[in-house]
DNA sequence: CATTACAGTTCCAAAATTGAACTGTCAACG
DNA sequence: CGTTGACAGTTCAATTTTGGAACTGTAATG
């Protein structure tokens, strides 16, 4: 596959890890949301190579997800900062944290705690149906094709596989 | 960055990252949560070359995530399931889909619609407060250092860079 | 016996990433 | 005035990772 053109699959899952689906990306939108802002600091916190980060940088300007701000004149240097849309991935961000503290914490429990500024207490996000409010989990969905549907792209080798013909075998399940 | 040292990080994002945090295994991974269980199933679907999906669903079974489970005898053959630690991935996966319903549709529209078995209906997810229940932005949390956490390793690129002396400039901010 | 399905493995070429040095502006130091 | 340091990149050779394609092996089908 070239990813270059996976931003245009039938896809929501496929779009989306276009943008911001690689380890560095994930990192740098991580410091993004601790408040990260310039080059230098992405740099230090990730030991992330100059010439990669760059590279990313530019991307996630270029898809909308940064905003590349001066913040002094001669000589120019900028910031980077969340656009609405980048601040949207915060649920993605949430959900991986979760995961995380959920299955990866080692003996001394999680490295960071999270405070809802709201209701003022530390707190997990739950991700829940927007219709009735309930934790969702993945054996109570169903999916259907929406407008956007496209048939499945054909991926043969060679020739498109077809008729495949009935045969027996020793099936387990 | 050494990518394999990426799970013992003092970050649940770092580490989650370190496991599911490149293109390909989300891809593998979206297949799951459709059904897909076979070598062959993920291979056609997604066009990954055989030599990567074959390591990419090794460390997903080395993880804890997929379980490979026999379902034929000779010659053996296996399915690749998610465990519950797999199926824990299910709001990541949601939360990307909806970022990508929200910020990356053409003008058709989405490709795959979400019904709630529960309730019946077609919804969006939503990342709530696990205290209040209150929809969750970026704005609205704050973070402060967990049981696990640990001072920032330092990634000096020679010596530790130290006294930042002050110096003016013309701020723009 | 030839073909197909399935699940990999092997090998080489092409692409991406790393590490390290280099460019350039400007302020502060001595 | 010359040097150094902060900052934001860019350049380039050496590695590492991917991609493509063919190959291995079992067993059922025709």
Not at 9 to 28: F, H, K, M, N, Q
Not at 68 to 77: D, F, H, L, T
Not at 115 to 138: I, N, Q
Request: charged content about 30%; glycine content about 6%; some cysteine.
């Amino acid at each position: 596959m070239r990813w270059d053109t996976l931003e245009e699959e039938p896809c929501s899952v496929a779009r989306t890890i276009g943008v911001i689906g690689d380890r560095w990306t994930l990192l740098i939108l991580r410091e993004c949301f601790l408040r990260t802002r310039r080059f230098e600091g992405f740099q230090s916190a990730l030991g992330i190579t100059r010439h990669l980060l760059a590279e990313r940088l530019k991307k996630l300007v270029r898809t909308g997800i940064l905003r590349r701000i001066p913040y002094q004149e001669s000589p120019k240097r900028h910031e980077y900062i969340l656009t609405q849309k980048g601040l949207d991935l915060y649920p993605i961000m949430m959900a991986i944290v979760h995961w995380g503290d959920t299955h990866m914490v080692d003996e001394r429990g999680r490295p960071l705690l999270h405070e809802h500024k709201k209701c003022g207490k530390l707190f997990d996000p739950v991700m829940v149906c927007s219709e009735c409010g309930e934790p969702l989990s993945a054996k109570e969905v169903t999916t259907r094709p929406g407008p956007g549907a496209r048939p499945r792209p054909n991926r043969p080798t060679k020739e498109s596989e077809s008729k495949p013909k009935s045969r027996k075998r020793a099936a387990t399940a």
